[in-house]
């Protein structure tokens, strides 16, 4: 039989790839390596009842994956309106960074960086095109290191657990390097930007992303997908070689299965799809992934306490450069959503490893649980004994690191890929679940020509 199309890999980006390839009606096929599609996305349930994510903890809805939820009809779990607080782990204290009055009335920051952040709207000045710069650069150059040490870093920690020395501005953050290079500036173009999409949707305020999970966790997602999905896919089906013919393409399955296509999405991680084997993806093996370790902890309730209200009322922290931590941060789960603990408990999700923690990969159970446990104690000011490590996942090649070159790299790739095939995935223009999906989506617009 010759499939209309054949995606490969059942993440995220191959599932949403294949959700719109049965919209669109047609004869096509998944292939998953493994026994389960969804892949670093997994939930589990401690004791029967509470929820645990040994990957993302939550999503970003965008218009892709609010389609996709829709269209399954699933409810999904808003965090509760008081987790809206954003800290930062530095100087030996959390900072709450997502109230202005806060980072600019402490002494979070110093006046010097405050004045900076102040006066870099009325700063002209752009870097130059033609030279990549690295995230820390840029923003090194608009507002001035303290600002790169204390903001910046925390950030790259908590969204790609990597160097923001080494990360490219233009990857990793393109709208912001457009919006410099447009208007000179950063903050001025962004606020003209702000108010020109509210006049141009008639003053409606626009309506900003919001985290969202499930109450059985966001494999419900996936597990959804597959379902629907499941007279179209094959799991335990790793793909061996991949060969383009007059009118199409022949796979060739680890069971010794031969398969033909009209067109192909690959929608694996880029670590492996080198072992097709295909002249196209050469090029992939200079991206590299950061590995991340996740741990779920619970930690004893403290009525009354200042560090119990932050974990009853915030979003979590990230660890500043300098910060004396081997954490990259902590998501405050109980405080998002409901049935993530029991009564008397917070639910915690601590993150270790990063692109600069690559040897912590290398410790047991008991060492990592150790620094963990460490760590915390060193921010909240609570004994050992407050929190119990329930479950440690380590992910080798986690998050794919967008560093200098990584434009370069794509366009080169994307140069060489046959009419027919197309990529999809977390390591081409974003690493959210709604970028990833997204990524999908795209792959089989550009193949069938949706609109």
Known sequence: MMYDLIVIGGGMAGLSAAFYARELGLNFLLLEASNRVGGCIQSELVQGTYVLEKG??????????????DKLKLNKQQPEKEARGKLIYAKGSLHEVSNPIYLFGSNFLSSKARLSLLSEAFRDGQSNPSEEESVAAFFSRRFGPEIVDLLIWPLLNGIYAGNPEILSMQSVFPRLYEVEQKHKTLLGGLWKEFWDARRNKHNQAISPKRIASFSSGLQSLTEALGQRLSEHIKCNSPVQSLEKFSHGFQLTTQAGEYLEAKKVIVAVPAHQ???????YFGSLKQIEYAPVITMMVWAKTR????????????????????????LLGVVFNSALFTGRAPTGRHALTCFLGGALGEEQMNLNDAELSHLCVNDLCTVTGWEANDFDVKKITRWPKAIPQYKLGHKDLLEILHAKLPENLRLAGNYLSGVSLEETALSGKRALDELFART
């Open 56 to 69: 993302p903890n939550s999503l970003s809805t965008g218009p892709t994956l609010n389609e996709i939820i």
């Open 273 to 279: 799809i080198t072992g097709l084997n295909l002249h």
């Open 303 to 326: 009525p009354g306490d200042k560090i119990d209200h932050l974990l009853r009322s915030s979003f979590g922290f990230l660890n500043a450069r300098g910060g004396n931590l081997k």
